[in-house]
């Protein structure tokens, strides 16, 4: 269980800004502020981070500490582009300030509300949480990654986030694009979907790169009489 | 040796281009040029036999055509050449299909492009057309496999069609032959002004496509705005063709990619495939109407759905392996047409063909080429005719129902977890059950794969552990009598290709392959097509590969005369001792290079002597099974993968075979096995 301590937003920011993830690009704090010479403080303080001269570097608590600051922050973004719709300069600066109200334990809802995603919406890795190596399951989920419906849900198509271009683009040309209606038929040995009247077949790696927003009801269709038991156990990744 | 000039003369004799300047065919270009262009599996193969009545191959799963096929249809007065393409998901090229298909719409210059889609998946599909007119091309739009979309319950309005797409749209079932007339006068007609939909992409790739089609100054045979698009999603065979072309281009052309793509959080791949696919589905809303689908599922989809079953799907392989492998082949063709050639050369031709020969040529060193005891009739035509080519045949025919009826994708869709195991993704059982026919067309068809290292692995699999059907043909006819012996073998042979693919995925880098892949639905074979393919497979392997028989007749002969070949076997006589070999089996594997099957063939001939059997046959059976691939192979290995990797590949089987069999021989004896 992450051990977190409450901080102030700027010294959450801050923390965030040292997270070796982070994009370079990421505004950092101006130095001769006030609020940032209180920040380092505050964080200093409380053992999270160490001042090699004018640089400073997190420590194991405060690894584990802006790991949960950047999910929290990049789980609102996902939020926000998936469910709520909102894009581009806006939902940046709102997931900036939802971030700091997501606190722990709720971003574990969300994260399985959402799926648990792997990436926000611009391409970063969200670091997974407990939920994650659980495969918790929300009860009324509203995006989930394909691979880890029941045969007989669907939906829309969300996104399609992959490491490898060459899947994503293929999975496109083949008809997954953003708003395609998608139903999971089978999901042993690989996964078959429908997709309008198209039937695609892919591996669990594959179908875990499509994300689905739930529009059925969520509740697997009745098993039909070809279906023996054979819908695996959601396995954590 | 290469069997080029064979390929020439076979593309004479069927009407290909071979595409050189003094080809005889080529002749003055008076004609119309008409390119076929659709995704995989939508039937432009069978659009093309229909218009040009010539042949192109045919099936029931994603990337049949490997090989562009060209054909002349006349319609009314005008002449049309028709180029027939590997399927594309889009212009953009992904595999190595799609970089043939990119490469003829980039030089071929083409009068009309025939847009071949499938009804069904109407806007999917019209995501490209929309892609085929953006590119300034002048399309015409097929919506073929009608009768199936109409089944399904699907609709399309075509003058609503043609008005939104600013084309011609015919509707047809091109199987079966309906709406063929209405392409032909619409094929006959002037070719149709490029059509007038346009997309509107985010303004940021706007205005990089403004700036690429600014920089580009060499024709390409394409719009700027087409080749804009495509080099934005970073395609890396146009960027290849741009740099040779205008070298000085190339940095500001990364550049600008570069920039454009750190705008968005997405490939532009995505970016663009999603701005496109809104406009296909405004198009295709006002055009399709879906009435409920059938409640009740069909015979098709209840059986479509059994045979991806986990637990109902293995009968199913069962009853299939049964009755198309056992029966088919294995009794059928070797039993019945095998045994019945057989006697015929035996008591008829042989004889007859050895006092012809013996008359007319007095040498006996001439006349031992031909009727001597490796001579060209007595042994090559013999074991070709007889032997070889009804097993192949048998074989070909039982795949070809098997393509047609759109049961591969479904077995390699659950096989795929165990393929992954073994380097390889559920796609490679395509050309791995095609290799239980013909090991050397296989390996040519080891191009539907998708990565190097899958590609490598299956042919190395091929070469060792796939038995080709004329090996299985003599192996089940040998066998058939001894069902331990025979199951020994299978899980012998079984086990060596799981083992040794493990092992190859192992040492081979590479990520895992992923796994993909369209599932047809399953559809009735048509008997003329599955007569069609398989009597092409069967000329294929009539002229490509017999020649290679009599090829090594002639080695024989002159290992024979030079006692080359004596010495050989001489050589081969410990290690065959060592596996607990007769004699008369060095022979035997000695035959087996030049032709698998010939060595399969030659044990035929010595269990038939009584000089083998029990378990030394089991033993030789399973060695010759691994053992090297036949020259034919080997060379197409050479062809498809390079020297270095046909060499490697021989040079880990031979020991690998033989060790095996010492093994094999070793457990059998000591654990007394009697067979």
Same mark, same amino acid.
Request: with cysteine; charged share 20%.
């Given at each position: 269980m992450r051990e977190e301590v409450a901080l102030s937003d700027v010294a959450e920011e801050l923390l965030a800004g040292l997270?070796?993830?982070?994009?370079?690009?990421?505004?950092?704090?101006?130095?001769?502020?006030?609020?940032?010479?209180?920040?380092?403080?505050?964080?200093?303080?409380?053992?999270?981070?160490?001042?090699?001269?004018?640089?400073?570097?997190?420590?194991?608590?405060?690894?584990?500490?802006?790991?949960?600051?950047?999910?929290?922050?990049?789980?609102?973004?996902?939020?926000?582009?998936?469910?709520?719709? =909102?894009s581009g300069a806006l939902a940046t600066e709102t997931a900036c300030r939802f971030e700091h109200l997501l606190r722990r334990g709720l971003d574990d809802e969300i994260c399985t509300l959402l799926g648990h995603p792997r990436v926000c919406p611009h391409g970063s890795p969200i670091p997974p949480?407990?939920?994650?190596?659980?495969?918790?399951?929300?009860?009324?989920?509203? =995006?989930?990654?394909?691979?880890?419906?029941?045969?007989?849900?669907?939906?829309?198509?969300?996104?399609?986030?992959?490491?490898?271009?060459? =899947?994503?683009?293929?999975? &496109?040309?083949?008809?997954?694009?953003?708003?395609?209606?998608?139903?999971?038929?089978?999901?042993?040995p690989s996964l078959v979907f429908a997709l309008g009247h198209t039937e695609l077949a892919v591996d669990e790696e594959?179908?875990?790169?499509?994300?689905?927003?739930?529009?059925?009801?969520?509740?697997?269709?009745?098993?039909?009489? &070809?279906? &023996?038991?054979?819908?695996r156990r959601h396995g954590g990744r | 040796?290469?069997?080029?000039?064979?390929?020439?003369?076979?593309?004479?004799?069927?009407?290909?281009?071979?595409?050189?300047?003094?080809?005889?065919?080529?002749?003055?270009?008076?004609?119309?040029?008409?390119?076929?262009?659709?995704?995989?599996?939508?039937?432009?193969?069978?659009?093309?036999?229909? /218009?040009?009545?010539?042949?192109?191959?045919?099936?029931?799963?994603?990337?049949?055509?490997?090989?562009?096929?060209?054909?002349?249809?006349?319609?009314?007065?005008?002449? /049309?050449?028709?180029?027939?393409t590997p399927g594309a998901y889009s212009l953009a090229a992904l595999s190595d299909d799609e970089r043939v298909t990119q490469e003829l719409l980039l030089e071929e210059r083409p009068d009309v492009v025939l847009h071949v889609a499938d009804a069904k998946h109407l806007a999917r599909m019209l995501a490209m057309t929309v892609q085929l007119v953006e590119a300034g091309l002048p399309v015409v739009l097929d919506l073929n496999i009608m009768d199936e979309a109409e089944r399904a319950g699907v609709q399309v309005d075509l003058p609503a069609l043609e008005r939104e797409l600013g084309l011609p749209v015919v509707a047809t079932a091109a199987a079966s032959g309906v709406g063929m007339d209405r392409l032909r006068s619409l094929l006959a007609a002037p070719p149709p002004p490029p059509g007038g939909v346009a997309v509107s992409y985010p303004e940021v790739v706007e205005r990089a496509i403004g700036r690429v089609g600014e920089l580009l100054q060499a024709d390409y045979g394409l719009s700027r705005r087409a080749l804009a698009l495509l080099l934005l999603q970073r395609d890396e065979s146009l960027r290849a063709r741009v740099q040779s072309r205008e070298p000085e281009i190339v940095s500001e052309l990364d550049w600008i990619v570069g920039e454009t793509e750190a705008c968005f959080a997405q490939p532009l791949s995505f970016v663009i495939a999603v701005a496109r696919q809104q406009v296909a589905d405004q198009i295709s809303a006002k055009a399709l109407t879906q009435r409920a689908a059938p409640l009740r599922p069909g015979l098709s989809e209840t059986l479509g759905r059994l045979a991806m079953h986990p637990v109902y799907g293995l009968p199913l392989l069962v009853a299939v392996v049964y009755?198309?492998?056992?029966?088919?082949?294995?009794? /059928?063709?070797?039993?019945?047409?095998?045994?019945?050639?057989?006697?015929?050369?035996?008591?008829?031709?042989?004889?007859?063909?050895?006092?012809?020969?013996?008359? /007319?040529l007095p040498w006996p060193v001439a006349s031992k080429l031909l009727v001597g005891d490796y001579g060209m009739l007595t042994l090559g035509v013999r074991y070709a005719f007889a032997i070889v080519l009804p097993l192949v045949t048998a074989f070909f025919l039982m795949f070809a129902l098997l393509e047609d009826s759109g049961y591969l994708p479904r077995l390699a869709m659950l096989v795929d977890r165990v393929f992954k195991r073994i380097g390889l993704s559920g796609r490679a059982v395509i050309p791995l059950v095609l290799g239980l026919g013909c090991d050397t067309m296989a390996t040519l068809v080891t191009r539907v794969l998708e990565t190097r290292r899958?590609?490598?692995?299956?042919?190395?699999?091929?070469?060792?552990?796939?038995?080709?059907?004329?090996?299985?043909?003599?192996?089940?006819?040998?066998?058939?009598?001894?069902?331990?012996?025979?199951?020994?073998?299978?899980?012998?042979?079984?086990?060596?290709?799981?083992?040794?693919?493990?092992?190859?995925?192992?040492?081979?880098?590479?990520?895992?392959?992923?796994?993909?892949?369209?599932?047809?639905?399953?559809?009735?074979?048509s008997p003329r097509n599955v007569l069609v393919k398989t009597w092409n497979r069967v000329r294929w392997y009539a002229l490509e590969v017999i020649p290679l028989f009599l090829l090594a007749s002639v080695l024989l002969w002159i290992g024979d005369l030079t006692h080359l070949f004596r010495l050989l076997v001489a050589g081969l006589q410990p290690v065959v001792h060592a596996l607990g070999l007769p004699d008369a089996a060095a022979e035997a594997f000695l035959f087996g290079f030049f032709r698998r099957d010939y060595g399969a063939a030659r044990l035929f001939d010595v269990h038939g002597g009584g000089a083998i059997s029990g378990v030394p046959l089991v033993v030789a059976m399973v060695t010759v099974t691994l053992f090297v691939p036949c020259i034919a192979q080997l060379m197409v290995m050479q062809k498809e993968r390079g020297w270095r990797t046909a060499l490697a590949v021989t040079a880990i089987i031979f020991p690998f075979a033989f060790g095996v069999g010492y093994l094999l021989n070793l457990v059998l004896v000591s654990l007394r096995v009697q067979i």
């Amino acid at each position: 269980m992450r051990e977190e301590v409450a901080l102030s937003d700027v010294a959450e920011e801050l923390l965030a800004g040292l997270w070796p993830e982070q994009e370079a690009a990421a505004a950092a704090p101006d130095p001769k502020s006030v609020s940032t010479r209180e920040a380092v403080e505050e964080l200093q303080a409380k053992g999270l981070v160490e001042a090699n001269g004018p640089a400073l570097s997190l420590t194991a608590t405060g690894l584990t500490t802006a790991a949960g600051v950047v999910r929290r922050e990049r789980l609102a973004e996902r939020l926000l582009a998936d469910v709520l719709n =909102v894009s581009g300069a806006l939902a940046t600066e709102t997931a900036c300030r939802f971030e700091h109200l997501l606190r722990r334990g709720l971003d574990d809802e969300i994260c399985t509300l959402l799926g648990h995603p792997r990436v926000c919406p611009h391409g970063s890795p969200i670091p997974p949480g407990p939920c994650c190596a659980e495969g918790a399951q929300a009860a009324a989920k509203v =995006v989930s990654s394909l691979a880890d419906l029941s045969p007989g849900q669907g939906g829309v198509i969300a996104y399609l986030q992959s490491q490898r271009r060459e =899947v994503m683009s293929r999975l &496109l040309a083949m008809g997954a694009t953003p708003g395609a209606p998608i139903v999971l038929r089978q999901r042993f040995p690989s996964l078959v979907f429908a997709l309008g009247h198209t039937e695609l077949a892919v591996d669990e790696e594959t179908a875990r790169d499509i994300y689905v927003r739930l529009t059925r009801a969520s509740k697997p269709a009745r098993q039909s009489r &070809l279906r &023996l038991g054979f819908r695996r156990r959601h396995g954590g990744r | 040796m290469t069997v080029r000039p064979l390929a020439y003369v076979r593309d004479l004799l069927t009407g290909r281009q071979c595409g050189c300047e003094t080809c005889p065919l080529a002749g003055a270009r008076t004609s119309r040029k008409l390119i076929l262009f659709g995704s995989p599996n939508v039937g432009k193969s069978v659009v093309f036999n229909q /218009l040009t009545g010539a042949y192109a191959v045919v099936s029931n799963y994603p990337g049949t055509t490997v090989e562009v096929s060209r054909g002349r249809a006349q319609v009314r007065e005008v002449a /049309l050449e028709v180029v027939d393409t590997p399927g594309a998901y889009s212009l953009a090229a992904l595999s190595d299909d799609e970089r043939v298909t990119q490469e003829l719409l980039l030089e071929e210059r083409p009068d009309v492009v025939l847009h071949v889609a499938d009804a069904k998946h109407l806007a999917r599909m019209l995501a490209m057309t929309v892609q085929l007119v953006e590119a300034g091309l002048p399309v015409v739009l097929d919506l073929n496999i009608m009768d199936e979309a109409e089944r399904a319950g699907v609709q399309v309005d075509l003058p609503a069609l043609e008005r939104e797409l600013g084309l011609p749209v015919v509707a047809t079932a091109a199987a079966s032959g309906v709406g063929m007339d209405r392409l032909r006068s619409l094929l006959a007609a002037p070719p149709p002004p490029p059509g007038g939909v346009a997309v509107s992409y985010p303004e940021v790739v706007e205005r990089a496509i403004g700036r690429v089609g600014e920089l580009l100054q060499a024709d390409y045979g394409l719009s700027r705005r087409a080749l804009a698009l495509l080099l934005l999603q970073r395609d890396e065979s146009l960027r290849a063709r741009v740099q040779s072309r205008e070298p000085e281009i190339v940095s500001e052309l990364d550049w600008i990619v570069g920039e454009t793509e750190a705008c968005f959080a997405q490939p532009l791949s995505f970016v663009i495939a999603v701005a496109r696919q809104q406009v296909a589905d405004q198009i295709s809303a006002k055009a399709l109407t879906q009435r409920a689908a059938p409640l009740r599922p069909g015979l098709s989809e209840t059986l479509g759905r059994l045979a991806m079953h986990p637990v109902y799907g293995l009968p199913l392989l069962v009853a299939v392996v049964y009755f198309g492998l056992y029966l088919g082949v294995g009794k /059928l063709a070797a039993g019945v047409a095998v045994e019945t050639l057989e006697t015929l050369f035996a008591q008829h031709v042989s004889p007859v063909a050895t006092v012809f020969v013996t008359r /007319l040529l007095p040498w006996p060193v001439a006349s031992k080429l031909l009727v001597g005891d490796y001579g060209m009739l007595t042994l090559g035509v013999r074991y070709a005719f007889a032997i070889v080519l009804p097993l192949v045949t048998a074989f070909f025919l039982m795949f070809a129902l098997l393509e047609d009826s759109g049961y591969l994708p479904r077995l390699a869709m659950l096989v795929d977890r165990v393929f992954k195991r073994i380097g390889l993704s559920g796609r490679a059982v395509i050309p791995l059950v095609l290799g239980l026919g013909c090991d050397t067309m296989a390996t040519l068809v080891t191009r539907v794969l998708e990565t190097r290292r899958e590609r490598l692995i299956a042919t190395f699999l091929l070469a060792l552990a796939v038995p080709c059907s004329a090996q299985l043909g003599v192996i089940l006819g040998l066998l058939s009598t001894h069902p331990v012996g025979l199951a020994i073998w299978a899980g012998v042979v079984f086990a060596v290709f799981l083992f040794s693919g493990f092992l190859a995925a192992r040492v081979l880098p590479g990520g895992e392959s992923r796994f993909y892949l369209e599932i047809p639905p399953l559809r009735l074979p048509s008997p003329r097509n599955v007569l069609v393919k398989t009597w092409n497979r069967v000329r294929w392997y009539a002229l490509e590969v017999i020649p290679l028989f009599l090829l090594a007749s002639v080695l024989l002969w002159i290992g024979d005369l030079t006692h080359l070949f004596r010495l050989l076997v001489a050589g081969l006589q410990p290690v065959v001792h060592a596996l607990g070999l007769p004699d008369a089996a060095a022979e035997a594997f000695l035959f087996g290079f030049f032709r698998r099957d010939y060595g399969a063939a030659r044990l035929f001939d010595v269990h038939g002597g009584g000089a083998i059997s029990g378990v030394p046959l089991v033993v030789a059976m399973v060695t010759v099974t691994l053992f090297v691939p036949c020259i034919a192979q080997l060379m197409v290995m050479q062809k498809e993968r390079g020297w270095r990797t046909a060499l490697a590949v021989t040079a880990i089987i031979f020991p690998f075979a033989f060790g095996v069999g010492y093994l094999l021989n070793l457990v059998l004896v000591s654990l007394r096995v009697q067979i």
